[in-house]
């Protein structure tokens, strides 16, 4: 079992940065693909970013590319989502996920969730 807990959201100015955390306890987080997901007002769950267990392979939503970077530091079982240049639209409520399978990365069909954390971007 694998527990997640995201941290690190507020409220942030439209074009500003924010860093978000998400710390995993339980067995081989070295061994397991992390994602980001958010949900946004008044619209289902939505796919982020993802990262191989490797820190390879990063995909991005067309959304967010060239804004958010994810990466990962296994050493603290910790995945991070940057996130740059930031919008209204980018409100909303964010969750770590991670899977054991790389295909369950490409269908977004993720094993274990965080309870979210809010990033509101308004002046």
């Known amino acids: 079992q694998v527990q997640l807990v995201e941290s690190g959201g507020g409220l942030v100015q439209p074009g500003g940065s924010r860093r978000l955390s998400c710390i995993a306890s339980?067995?081989?987080?070295?061994?397991?693909?992390m994602g980001w997901f958010r949900q946004t007002p008044g619209q289902g769950r939505e796919f982020v970013a993802s990262?191989?267990?490797?820190?390879?392979?990063?995909d991005y939503a067309d959304s967010v590319k060239g804004r958010f970077t994810i990466s990962r530091d296994n050493a603290k079982n910790t995945v991070y989502l940057q996130m740059n240049s930031l919008k209204p639209e980018d409100t909303g409520v964010y969750y770590c996920?991670?899977?054991?399978?790389?295909?369950?990365?490409?269908?977004?069909?993720?094993?274990?969730w965080g309870h979210g954390t809010q990033i509101t971007v308004s002046s």
């Open positions: 996920a991670a899977a054991h399978f790389a295909q369950d990365v490409v269908t977004r069909n993720f094993d274990y």
């Open positions: 339980g067995r081989n987080f070295s061994l397991l693909h």
């Open positions: 990262i191989a267990w490797s820190g390879g392979a990063a």
